[in-house]
Structures are given as C-alpha cells and as structure tokens.
C-alpha cells in the first residue's frame, strides 16, 4: 500500500510540477473580461491607505480585448489572486463574476529568511494575480459561451453553502461585538480576516508568540471536541455517542474553515483518538501524528516546504514529545502557572531555528502571553462557539458583553507585552552549524528529562545552558566577525540591495530608483532582509542611488567594493587592471560583455528594470539579472 501510494504521489506532484512550471499561461498580461468563480473567503486588505477587496478565484474563461478576438468566449484554467475594489455589489464566496482587468505573473522569487510561496502557489495552481479593475456578478448561466463542464454548477452551489454559513456567523459577531473586537471574534472560531484586524494587532500577536490562535489549528479542534463530549455527558448520551457527534462536528467545521494544514491535521488526529476509544483500542499520540504526516506527504510532498505544515506538525511533535517530561521535571511552579508554561515552551523547542528562519526573532513576552492571554483566549473561543450556535435561537445579549470584555482585556495587554523592547529579541536566521548543534541539544535533553534519574539533573541543567548559549552566540553575531555581507533584495518595484555588519548590529540600504516612486509595498521584503541578519530598524541608513548614471563607488572597504560602472561607447578602453575583489553595477547591456571579456571573475549585477533583455544570456556565470533572479549573498 505505501509503495503504491508512494507511485501515485510521484505522479500527482509529478503533473503539479509540469502543469505550473512548464509553459506560460497565454493570458498572462493580456487585457480583457476574466470570468471567475470565487472560490475563497473575501477579505478586505489595506494597501496606500485604500480599501481592497482581496480573494482567489477559479478562472473559467476570458473575451480578450484584441483587435483579433473580438468576442471570442476562450476556455482557461487555474487560480487568480484577485485585489480589487468593492463598488458596486458586494461579492462573496460561490459568486461568479466578470473582472475586467489584467493578470500578472506573481512575482515568487526565493528570498532569504522568508516564507517561499512557491510550493503553494504551485499547489493551488495560483497562475496570476489582478490588481485594481472592475466587475460584475453574473449567473452562472452567463457563462455557458465557455462550455463550462456540469461539476462547475454543483461546486457553485457548495462554495455558497460554505459562504452563506461563514457569512452568517460574521453578521452575527458584527452585531453583538463592537467594530474593535468584531474581527479578532471572527479570526478565532473562522482564521483569517487579517487585513481587518489590522497591521498593528498582527504585528503585536506575532510579537507576543501567540498569532497561531488567530489561525484554526490543533487548539481549536480540542476545544470543539470537548464541548460536543461534555454537552453530551451533561445530557447523559453514551460516551460512544458523544465522540461520533464529535468526529462529524470536527470534520464540518473543518470544511467550514478551510482544509489547511493544521486544520486537517488536527482534525484527523482527533478522528484517530475517538476511533481508538470507540473501538477500545490503545491510542499513542505520537503514532497517530506520525500517521498523519504520512499520509499528507504521500499525497502531497510539497507540503514539505510549506510552513504551515511546518510548524504545525513541530510544534504537536514537540508537545507530545517534552510537555510531560518538562511538566514532571518542573517542581517548583505551581500548576495554574506551570501548565502554560510548559506548553509554550515545549511547542516551540523544536521550532526555534524554523522561527529565527521564518521570523527571525526570539520573544520572551510568548511566556507572559502564555500565562495570562491564551488561557483567556481559551475561555473566549469556548463561549464564542456556544453563544454563535445558540444565538441563532435565543439572544444571549449579557454572555456577548462578557466577551466583548476578555477579548478587550486580552488586546490591551497583549499590546503592552508587545511594545516591550526588553521582551523581544532580534537574532535572525542561524547558519547550520548552529541549528545542527542546537538539534543535538535538544535531542540530549530529551534523554535526561525521560530518564528522570536525579543524578542526571545537574547535566540537564547545563544542556539547556548550552541551548541558550548557542542562541546567544547568533544573537550576538560573532559568527559574521570582521565581515560584511552584501544581500539583493528581490523587488519588482526597484533595485535594492543591503550591506550589512551583523557583528556590528548596523546596516546600509541601497535603492535604486527615482525619488517619486512609491516604496510602501516593498518596505516589508526591506524589513525582511534586514531582520534576517537581525539587525534592529533603527540602525539602518537608507541610501538612493542611480544604476544608470555615472561611474560612483557606492562602497569600500580594505579588500571589497561595490560600484557602477556605466562607461560610454566612445571610451576604448575599459580601466579595470587596478580594481580588486569588486562588484560591479551596470545599467547598460553592451558593458557586460566587455567587462566579463577583461575581468571575467567579477559578479556583474544588471539594473535595467524597465529594459529589454535580449542582449544578455541569464545562465552566464556571474552575472545576475536585478530583480528578475534570486542571488546569493556576498561576503565584502
């Protein structure tokens, strides 16, 4: 059975793969009317201080407007990203409508220290995106110059149920709830709706370690679980009963929420615990999550690479595999206190260079939110799931106070905890040799603490010293020690490049691009790079320069430079026999060949955002296409 699984995995991913990758869609910045089937949750975005409208859709078709296919109905498929402003009628989930408009390719390039959305993109067959534009709602009836294949219809229908349920408990949360909490209301029982909850509350739930709880995972499932088990008690109905209504339960409200990662995960191992007691059998956590994964890989190995998956399944594994150990081991908290405690530790042992990764900060504020907002939080879901069922039938005005109170409660100190420069920790991606390290710590620590000898205390102490000590040494940046690193930063809108001194704690900014072009959108793949090294905003300069003007040396040290290096044709020689270990910057294609024909060692970066590329070959070693290309550090 795995072998046969194991093929048809190889050839599901295989065709994924192929499918995506292999040719470019011909709509792709072609202008015309998309017919598309909205397939996602809308959500509203904040971009330039605008309203957007921002969902995923199905495309169906398109009439494109061209001289040569004047109303012509063309079948296309795959998903488009769609941000747009809401005018006219409001759209929802299972609408079909008609976006005139212009898809772009999604810019994926691989950057270091970020979330690759390529695996997902691949996945979700995400071909395009369209900004701006306008619309209309039509029946799907409309569409049938497409031909559209007879699942459409009964998929349509699907997507509204789900859309009209999801749009019900929102309403209902609007009504009782108050426009600051209605939002983080709805993100705790349906995840998402991050753009109406603001940039500030997001960053301060990430800032505090708890953001997880805003998205459907393994803590919601159990909460669900156990409702629908003590309802069921409480109504003397047979414990069998009681976990079969908590499997249908649990699997509705996860197709109601999105068949994510932590939300099937969590969802299947619950299936496997009331299995397990309905059939009498012994269930092992461990066994049931090993399983699981598994049977996500088979199908899907990309899943692999996508962080959600990531840090679901780190963060369960670590739970089950050092909560009891640390909460056996840890004698001198009392329970109310340790509990917590414990769980926010042991689900982010194993995750923490997947976090410096990712995220690339520590915060000691996750322990104070541990203790004082999740169990809050907790409280909150649970009387957000009763009151939102039982307020379909009976108004249940004075238990929607209550918790427009602990939500209120828990933003006010959730933000203090946030705001606190002592509590967060700048570290930035660690290189391998110490997470490999770190990894053996952990995997030492596990040993000691299942052993539960006493003599073995003292060493288990200084374990998780040493642990600390490796996170010491990358927040202190000793291993970058009289070095300075040249990173590109990969942009659409502008050249930009970042020299940094992670030993020293300060970085340069490098933009090439004219003064009146906005910088808004991109100032979070900037903060991206920067953090990465863990180098604090405030000591960061920003710089503009010009990588079509003339010659300038833009940095320089006693072994490195970067410059640009514009000559004109008149000039016959190029003067480069006194240059060393330098990169050069250059605007103009016919350069590039002269300088790699005299000095064919030196990287040459290529800034021609707005030019043709036809004149340079992009596989030519060293030489790197701004903007266009992921390119690896350099070391100055």
């Known amino acids: 059975m795995s072998c046969g699984l194991g093929v048809a995995s190889y050839v599901h991913v295989n065709h994924e793969i192929n499918h995506y990758v292999g040719h470019t869609k011909f709509y792709i910045s072609q202008e015309g009317e998309y017919a598309l089937l909205v397939d996602s949750p809308v959500e509203t975005t904040v971009i330039e201080e605008k309203k957007y409208k921002t ?7 398109l009439e494109p407007h061209k001289d040569t296919a004047k109303g012509l109905h063309i079948k296309a498929d795959g998903h488009i990203k769609v941000t747009i402003e809401e005018k006219s009628s409001p759209i929802h989930m299972g609408d079909t409508i008609i976006v005139n408009g212009t898809p772009k390719k999604l810019y994926l390039t691989e950057e270091r220290g970020t979330i690759d959305r390529r695996n997902k993109a691949i996945r979700n067959e995400e071909m395009a ?74 960053w ?112 369960t594994y670590g739970l089950l595999l050092f909560g009891m150990p640390l909460y056996r081991w840890i004698t001198c908290l009392p329970p109310i206190v340790k509990a917590p405690l414990v769980l926010c530790i042991s689900a982010q ?4 260079p997947f976090q410096l990764y990712y995220f690339h900060y520590l915060s000691l504020a996750s322990l104070l939110a541990a203790i004082i ?68 710590c952990i995997g030492l620590l596990y040993i000691n603490l299942v052993s539960l000898k006493l003599l073995y205390r003292t060493f288990t102490k200084g374990i998780i010293v040493l642990g600390i000590g490796i996170i010491a040494i990358a927040y202190s940046g000793i291993v970058y020690k009289n070095e300075t690193i040249l990173h590109i930063v990969p942009m659409k809108q502008s050249n930009t490049m970042i020299i940094v001194k992670p030993y020293e704690k300060v970085a340069t900014v490098y933009i090439d691009t004219p003064d009146n072009i906005p910088m808004k959108a991109s100032e979070i793949r900037v903060r991206n790079g920067l953090q990465s090294f863990g180098i604090p905003l405030k000591n960061v300069h920003v710089k503009r320069f010009q990588s079509s003007g003339k010659n300038i040396v833009l940095y320089k040290n006693n072994s490195s430079s970067v410059m640009v290096y514009n000559r004109q044709n008149g000039e016959k020689k190029l003067q480069l026999k006194d240059i060393k270990d330098t990169i050069l910057i250059t605007s103009q294609s016919y350069m590039v060949n002269q300088i790699l024909a005299l000095q064919p060692e030196y990287p040459v970066l290529v800034s ?26 350099y070391r100055l």
């Open 349 to 352: 042992l194993l995750l923490i």
């Open 608 to 633: 021609m955002p707005r030019g043709a590329m036809r004149d340079i070959d992009p596989d030519t070693e060293n030489i790197h296409l701004w903007g266009y290309q992921y390119i690896p550090d």
């Open 129 to 202: 995106s369209i900004f701006e534009g306008t619309y209309k709602i039509v029946d799907i009836h409309t569409l049938q110059p497409y031909k559209l294949v007879s699942y459409i219809g009964y998929y349509q229908q699907y997507l509204y149920i789900i859309g009209h349920m999801r749009s019900t408990i929102e309403t209902l949360m609007q009504r009782y709830l108050s426009d600051k909490i209605k939002w983080l209301g709805v993100s705790l029982v349906l995840g998402g709706h991050y753009g109406e909850l603001g940039e500030d509350v997001l």
């Open 204 to 315: 301060q739930f990430g800032y505090t370690g708890i953001i997880h709880i805003l998205s459907i995972s393994g803590s919601h499932i159990a909460l669900l679980f156990s409702i629908v088990y003590g309802f069921c008690r409480l109504c003397t109905i047979k414990k069998r009963y009681a976990m079969i209504g908590g499997i249908v339960l649990s699997v509705f409200y996860c197709i109601l929420v999105g068949l994510s990662a932590p939300v099937v995960r969590s969802t299947i191992m619950g299936i496997w615990l009331a299995l397990a007691y309905i059939k009498g059998r012994m269930y092992t956590a461990k066994q049931g999550l090993a399983i699981t994964a598994i049977l996500f890989l088979l199908y899907d190995p990309l899943l692999l690479l996508d962080v959600s998956f990531q840090l679901s399944f780190g963060a």
């Open 55 to 61: 969902f995923s859709a199905m495309l169906l078709g």
């Open 373 to 440: 907002i999740t169990p809050l939080l907790d409280i909150a879901i649970v009387m957000l799931f009763g009151c939102t069922i039982i307020s379909l039938f009976i108004p249940m005005g004075i238990l929607w106070k209550l918790i427009e109170i602990i939500l209120s409660i828990c933003l006010y100190v959730n933000a203090h905890l946030a705001n606190s420069s002592i509590c967060l920790w700048w570290i930035g991606t660690i290189s391998t040799t110490l997470g490999l390290l770190y990894y053996v």
